[in-house]
Nanobody, 123 residues
Framework: QVQLVESGGGLVQAGGSLRLACAAS????????MAWFRQLPGKQRDLVAG???????KYADAVKGRFTISRDNAENTVYLQMNNLKSEDTAVYYC?????????????????WGQGTQVTVSS
């Protein structure tokens, strides 16, 4: 049974920082890439950042230079460091895992999902 458990969301002022963490159980973490998505109410879920097993990363244009994805393979944990947050970053953030070792895959290729964590940026 694979589980992804996110933590670290919350309320922050614009310009501030938050770090999200996603702890993975099961063998999926060692096989493939991990990613963070985000979703606004009534909107589709968008890929924000992805990282391969070896550490290759890719980011959405909207977050480049502000967000950093990293993973600790020994701890089966992936992180999303978010700096210089903007009001438009407000969303529910989801951690996802895929068996494919590609930092940028379509949503349908992700096999496992966390429950989501709310990030709210006040202006």
């Amino acid at each position: 049974q694979v589980q992804l458990v996110e933590s670290g969301g919350g309320l922050v002022q614009a310009g501030g920082s938050l770090r999200l963490a996603c702890a993975a159980s099961g063998s999926i973490f060692s096989r493939g890439a991990m990613a963070w998505f985000r979703q606004l109410p009534g909107k589709q879920r968008d890929l924000v950042a992805g990282i391969t097993r070896g550490g290759t990363t890719k980011y959405a244009d909207a977050v480049k230079g502000r967000f950093t994805i990293s993973r600790d393979n020994a701890e089966n944990t992936v992180y999303l460091q978010m700096n210089n947050l903007k009001s438009e970053d407000t969303a529910v953030y989801y951690c996802a895992a895929t068996r494919w070792d590609n930092p940028w895959s379509t949503e349908s290729l992700y096999d496992y999902w966390g429950q989501g964590t709310q990030v709210t940026v006040s202006s």
